[in-house]
């Protein structure tokens, strides 16, 4: 569960490198994206852009390596295209390949210093990694580019949260909300942040925020379910694990096992 947003970052971060056009397309959708974008790089080979959409496609669509491979030929024929660095560092994190995913974006840094979303994916990279520090150092001097992007403060929480400083965590995912309010996972994690600081009320709060914007947040129903057992209101954490056997049945099993385990 406590990795969950690292994920919901990863999958979120490249609709933030493509065009705004083409966010939110379904499955069938994206399939067609990618054989149009395949066509243009057969009519124009040496086309960056060409093989640079093909890679944002391959990505929407969960083929990490194929699009590891269209941005790789992006930087053949653009070496010093900052975004295709840090497309390439993106699907390197969500491939597993962390240590690539770091190099890409600092390469991206080498190129263009001011370009917010690379400090970001080196963030993102760290915090794959689990170097926190480094992590949150990377996240901050995105945000001193571009103080406006949720996602970033998301990750910056994350890292805080990860590396116990509760106190800015809960202070980064409220600044999320600031910008986006409807962001149900930011909801979702200033509970867990509130929750490791023993705040059990705000925690409480925040993950029916987090339900009341997105009602099929299993975890969130699960984190609400264990404080209220915690809170000693067993009927209460009953109702969550009702809510839990139609949303997450593996879910509702460890919520179950925490109501009655003695």
Known sequence: ???????????????????ACDVAKTVEEIEIEIEDAKEEVRKNPDNAKAHYNLGIAY????KNQEAIESYNQVLR??????KAHVSLGVSYSESGMYKEAIESCKQAIRINPDH?????????AYAN?????????????AIRINPDIALVHA????????????????????????????????????GIAYYDSGKYKKAIEAYKQAIRINPGN????????????LRKDRDSALEQYKILKNLDPELANDLFDIIYRE
């Open 129 to 141: 990694s689990s170097m926190y520090k480094e992590a949150i150092e990377s996240y901050k001097q």
């Open 218 to 229: 299993a975890k969130a129903h699960a984190g609400l379910g264990a404080i209220y057992f």
């Open 59 to 62: 990505y929407k669509s969960g």
């Open 1 to 19: 569960m406590r990795k969950y947003l690292l994920h919901v970052l990863i999958i979120s971060f490249v609709f933030l490198l493509a065009p």
């Open 77 to 82: 024929i653009d070496p010093g295209n900052a």
């Open 116 to 124: 917010a979303l690379a400090h970001a994916g080196l963030g993102l």
């Open 155 to 190: 990750g910056l929480g994350y890292a805080y949260r990860e590396s116990g400083m509760y106190k800015e965590a809960i202070e980064s995912f409220k600044q999320v909300i600031r910008i986006n309010p409807d962001f149900a996972d930011a909801h979702f994690n200033l």
